[in-house]
């Protein structure tokens, strides 16, 4: 090889790496912008510190699963974006969970959002504010850790009272949710909602319709009873056998069509 072409090898190299160090420069962070979606300052300025910790850091290289991990210890946070700006700018959007259940186990109380992610173990829950969960016969929690979701023996029962309780955008009338499994059956399970004026709401067979149910169930409630009857009695709502739906007031026909 002669000098020649040796020369212009090194001139390329020279090239390429000036080329590879001005876009390393290029895109480094230079600012992160943090959107927080909550009601109340829930460490705050402890992320957006902890956040600004990648600036100077090279976006086009920064892998996203890191920064969302950086934040798995803000448990009542929940990350829904992270996104890179070109040229220097990371942006990240998170939106606060908030306490819907609390459930006891073990010994310890657990307080979740309305998904069953698992926020926080409390010595005490003010139970205005949020809905106990009792899990009855036929229903045991396998697993239960800050951080993660509840685990159960029937978590497609259990997720289906959660899309009941969102379907249905549960107020603070409920006190608790009960689940069970009903006697002299193997897959079949009530939902009883407990309101705080005294009325129990069942949703029978949880796993067939339940949303449907729910819906028809809390109109009666919310539509069709008096301020007196609100402060006592039953409602279900069951499917017959003929497809159609029914619901009952303290085993009185309620016809909401």
Same mark, same amino acid.
């Given at each position: 090889?002669?000098?020649? $072409?040796?020369?212009?090898? %090194?001139?390329?190299? =020279?090239?390429?790496?000036? =080329?590879?160090?001005?876009?390393?420069?290029?895109?480094?962070?230079?600012?992160?912008?943090?959107?927080?979606?909550?009601?109340?300052?829930?460490?705050?300025?402890?992320?957006?510190?902890?956040?600004?910790?990648?600036?100077?850091?090279?976006? #086009?290289? /920064?892998?996203?699963?890191?920064?969302?991990?950086?934040? !798995?210890?803000?448990?009542? @946070?929940?990350?829904?974006?992270?996104?890179?700006?070109?040229? +220097?700018? @990371?942006?990240?959007?998170?939106?606060? $969970? $908030?306490?819907?259940?609390?459930?006891?186990?073990?010994?310890?109380?657990?307080? #979740?959002?309305?998904?069953?992610?698992?926020?926080?173990?409390?010595?005490?829950?003010?139970?205005?504010?949020?809905?106990?969960?009792?899990?009855?016969?036929?229903? &045991?929690?396998?697993?239960?850790?800050?951080?993660?979701?509840?685990?159960?023996?029937?978590?497609? @029962? %259990?997720?289906?009272?959660? &899309? #009941?309780? !969102?379907?249905?955008? /549960?107020?603070?009338?409920?006190?608790?949710?009960?689940? !069970?499994?009903?006697?002299?059956?193997?897959?079949?399970?009530?939902?009883?909602? +407990? &309101?705080?004026?005294?009325?129990?709401?069942?949703?029978?067979?949880? @796993?067939? +319709?339940?949303?449907?149910?729910?819906?028809?169930?809390?109109?009666?409630?919310?539509?069709? /009873?008096?301020?007196?009857?609100?402060?006592?009695?039953?409602?279900?709502?069951?499917?017959?056998?003929?497809?159609?739906?029914?619901?009952?007031?303290?085993?009185?026909?309620?016809?909401?069509?």
């Amino acid at each position: 090889m002669n000098t020649k $072409r040796i020369v212009l090898i %090194l001139i390329a190299i =020279a090239f390429l790496l000036i =080329a590879v160090f001005s876009l390393v420069g290029l895109f480094a962070i230079k600012k992160v912008e943090v959107d927080f979606a909550v009601s109340e300052d829930r460490e705050v300025e402890s992320i957006q510190t902890l956040l600004d910790g990648y600036n100077g850091k090279n976006l #086009m290289f /920064l892998n996203i699963d890191d920064v969302k991990d950086t934040l !798995k210890g803000y448990h009542y @946070l929940e990350v829904l974006s992270v996104d890179k700006q070109y040229p +220097n700018v @990371l942006k990240v959007s998170l939106k606060e $969970r $908030r306490e819907v259940y609390y459930v006891d186990f073990d010994g310890k109380t657990f307080v #979740m959002n309305e998904n069953g992610f698992v926020l926080a173990q409390k010595d005490y829950v003010e139970s205005r504010n949020v809905i106990k969960l009792t899990l009855g016969d036929g229903v &045991s929690i396998t697993e239960i850790k800050e951080g993660s979701v509840i685990k159960t023996d029937n978590d497609a @029962l %259990l997720s289906a009272v959660f &899309s #009941m309780a !969102k379907s249905v955008n /549960l107020t603070d009338c409920i006190k608790s949710i009960s689940v !069970k499994k009903i006697d002299g059956y193997d897959t079949v399970y009530d939902t009883v909602f +407990n &309101s705080f004026t005294g009325v129990e709401i069942c949703i029978e067979d949880t @796993l067939v +319709n339940g949303e449907d149910k729910v819906s028809k169930a809390f109109t009666v409630y919310d539509e069709y /009873l008096t301020d007196y009857q609100k402060t006592y009695g039953a409602i279900q709502a069951y499917l017959q056998q003929d497809g159609q739906y029914k619901v009952t007031y303290n085993q009185e026909f309620i016809d909401i069509t």
